[in-house]
């Protein structure tokens, strides 16, 4: 054991190369990207060579750290895997998971209860954010993020598909029946989602597929997450977009009427996200048979 680096740069060290970027590393691991320089720098000093080469804004790892990292990444692994096993041991199976908070509200938490039935002494916590580097996965088993599928040294299982259509109350949607696409996407009031970085689909994108004449949208409502804007939609405030598989229990207890038949479809989705070694788990296993349950997965097209 005298022959070991410290633990919290090998730490370090794993998620750099695991997540391609220092600045990636430092938003799992939660801490300052100096902090992640520091490390990575006692390491190097530990070792006695360089692990990364940088060319200013640039840092590419070194063949050598690209072994290391090959001959370690397993026992790190075996670590995890291990105290896991010892913590649920001693406190009981537990389950950490991150999300965002409207899909929590409206889709996850019911699903959860499914789960904890068929296991009593499994402890559940849940902690949301509403953008995904918010969301550390080193302090949670596994995430439910949106995405294409694609997470750096993690799995991800397809949970649902990305298809959209127009929800409101049913009394907003009585009183818009007759309305064209056109002047539904002009009169409102529309629910618009505040999203800057433009990973969902939003009205630009269903006028430009649906009501290509538009003009103007419904000024309407503007609300930072999924949950509020499913929130307005339930109270009668206008008609929002929502997606299948969240909205699909509002829709069949009448509380929400989709106001289109043509949804609109990508090839992204919502995906459990997680390592593998908890994937693959029992844990991991009942956990995605839960929420998959009585899900209709729809192709995308």
Request: aromatic content about 6%; some cysteine; proline content about 5%.
């Amino acid at each position: 054991m005298r022959g070991m680096p410290p633990l919290k740069a090998l730490r370090v060290f794993e998620a750099c190369i695991r997540l391609g970027t220092f600045t990636a590393a430092a938003r799992e691991l939660n801490v300052g990207q100096p902090a992640i320089s520091h490390q990575i720098q006692a390491l190097e000093n530990d070792l006695g060579l360089t692990l990364f080469e940088r060319n200013g804004g640039v840092i590419n790892p070194t063949a050598e750290a690209l072994a290391y990292h090959a001959r370690i990444a397993s026992a790190l692994t075996d670590i995890a895997m291990a105290t896991r096993s010892l913590r649920e041991r001693a406190s009981g199976p537990s389950l950490t998971l991150g999300t965002y908070p409207g899909l929590a509200m409206f889709w996850l938490m019911p699903k959860l209860a499914n789960l904890r039935s068929s296991d009593s002494e499994l402890s559940v916590r849940v902690v949301t954010a509403e953008r995904d580097e918010h969301i550390s996965l080193d302090s949670v088993d596994c995430a439910i993020l949106f995405g294409d599928g694609r997470w750096n040294g993690m799995e991800a299982r397809m949970l649902i598909p990305e298809v959209v259509v127009p929800v409101a109350a049913p009394s907003v949607a009585a009183k818009l029946a007759s309305l064209s696409r056109e002047d539904i996407f002009g009169q409102g009031p529309l629910i618009h989602l505040e999203d800057p970085e433009r990973r969902w689909f939003n009205w630009d994108d269903w006028k430009s597929h649906r009501a290509r004449n538009a003009t103007v949208a419904s000024a309407g409502i503007n609300v930072s997450n999924h949950g509020i804007a499913i929130h307005e939609a339930l109270m009668g405030h206008g008609v929002t977009l929502g997606w299948r598989g969240v909205i699909d229990d509002l829709v069949s207890n009448g509380l929400l009427v989709e106001m289109d038949d043509e949804p609109l479809t990508s090839e992204r989705g919502y995906y459990l996200v997680g390592p593998g070694d908890f994937i693959k788990s029992r844990l991991g296993t009942e956990l995605l048979t839960a929420l998959t349950a009585e899900v209709s997965l729809v192709s995308p097209k």
